[in-house]
């Protein structure tokens, strides 16, 4: 079994200013790894994806994230936050022969102007 | 493509009642589950389904029961409800292989009172 856990349950941050989550996980298989964004009273919109190969990812509206094996970490970054980027994200883990996603309990990102 | 939908979107119940929250995709995708996301939990996994006539239980399975007679509708079916089910409850589903995320519908808020 997976287990996803979030660093961080709130993080404000000003308006243009970068902003660092945090996601650790644990499994005994290799894994594949997601961050998820939830936009108030909406449903759940694919940021990124870690599969294979380079552990540096990009996704949309300027999120990347960094697959760290030996730190089991998935850290997501984005140099620079807009209003528009508060919401609620999500990271999440299923192992590579398994469908059944693990959530972490999410990090909550308030950008202020 | 409508992709995954969800209906009701919102429901309100008295305990003891019986309803069946509906979902559907029209994207022919073998793999079909089902959340709830409550407040600091993250999402965790109900039901889940590989393909039609198959089911399996998640991290949280009871009070609810599934089935999947078609690829394309996975209903959720709640017997006797409890305050406890009080939540939100999305729907989602992914293509058959193992580099596919999951793609989400707009969710079901339910109330228990």
């Known amino acids: 079994a997976q287990s996803v856990t979030q660093l961080d349950s709130q993080v404000p941050v000003f308006e243009e200013a970068p902003v660092e989550l945090r996601c650790n996980y644990s499994s005994s298989v290799s894994v594949y790894l997601f961050w998820y964004v939830q936009y108030p009273n909406q449903g759940l919109q694919l940021l990124l994806k870690y599969l294979s190969g380079s552990t540096l990812v990009k996704g949309i509206n300027g999120f990347e994230a960094e697959f760290n094996k030996s730190q089991t970490s998935f850290h997501l970054r984005k140099p620079s936050v807009h209003i528009s980027d508060t919401a609620e994200y999500f990271c999440a883990v299923r192992g590579s022969n398994d469908y059944k996603l693990s959530f972490g309990a999410g990090t909550t990102v308030t950008v202020r102007a | 493509n409508a992709g995954v939908t969800q209906t009701p979107k919102f429901q309100v119940l008295k305990t003891g009642q019986s309803m069946t929250l509906q979902c559907a995709q029209d994207m022919n995708h073998e793999y079909m589950s089902w959340y709830r996301q409550d407040p600091g939990m993250g999402l965790r996994l109900i039901h889940y389904s590989v393909g039609a006539g198959i089911t399996d239980q998640g991290e949280v399975p009871n009070g609810y029961n599934v089935s999947r007679s078609t690829t394309e509708d996975f209903p959720l079916r709640l017997l006797s409800a409890a305050p406890s089910q009080t939540s939100v409850y999305f729907c989602?589903?992914?293509?058959?292989?193992?580099?596919?995320?999951?793609?989400f519908g707009p969710g079901t808020r339910l109330t228990v009172l």
């Open positions: 989602a589903s992914t293509p058959g292989g193992t580099y596919n995320e999951q793609f």
